[in-house]
Nanobody, 115 residues
Framework: QVQLVESGGGLVQPGGSLTLSCAAS????????MRWHRQVPGKQRELVAT???????NYADSVKGRFTISRDNAKNTVYLQMNSLKPEDTAVYYC?????????WGQGIQVTVSS
């Protein structure tokens, strides 16, 4: 059974930082491209950051220079370090694994940036 479980979300003030984690089980994690997406109610889900199996990364323009995606294959975990958070970063953040066997999603975790 494949599971992607996000953690680390919550409420943070503008300018603050949060680190999201996504622990994967049931997949050959090191062979998967891992992504973070986010979604605001009433809007389409947005791809935020990608890290390939070889460690190459890519970011949405809206988060470039503020967010960092990383992975620890020994722990089957992908991270999203979010700095200089803005109110417009408020969303539900989803972890996504993409591999030869298919695509898998976490349940999502709320991040709220507000004073």
């Amino acid at each position: 059974q494949v599971q992607l479980v996000e953690s680390g979300g919550g409420l943070v003030q503008p300018g603050g930082s949060l680190t999201l984690s996504c622990a994967a089980s049931g997949i050959s994690f090191s062979f998967y491209t891992m992504r973070w997406h986010r979604q605001v109610p009433g809007k389409q889900r947005e791809l935020v950051a990608t890290i390939t199996r070889t460690g190459n990364t890519n970011y949405a323009d809206s988060v470039k220079g503020r967010f960092t995606i990383s992975r620890d294959n020994a722990k089957n975990t992908v991270y999203l370090q979010m700095n200089s958070l803005k109110p417009e970063d408020t969303a539900v953040y989803y972890c996504n694994g993409l591999g030869a066997a298919g695509a898998y999603w976490g349940q999502g975790i709320q991040v709220t940036v507000s004073s």
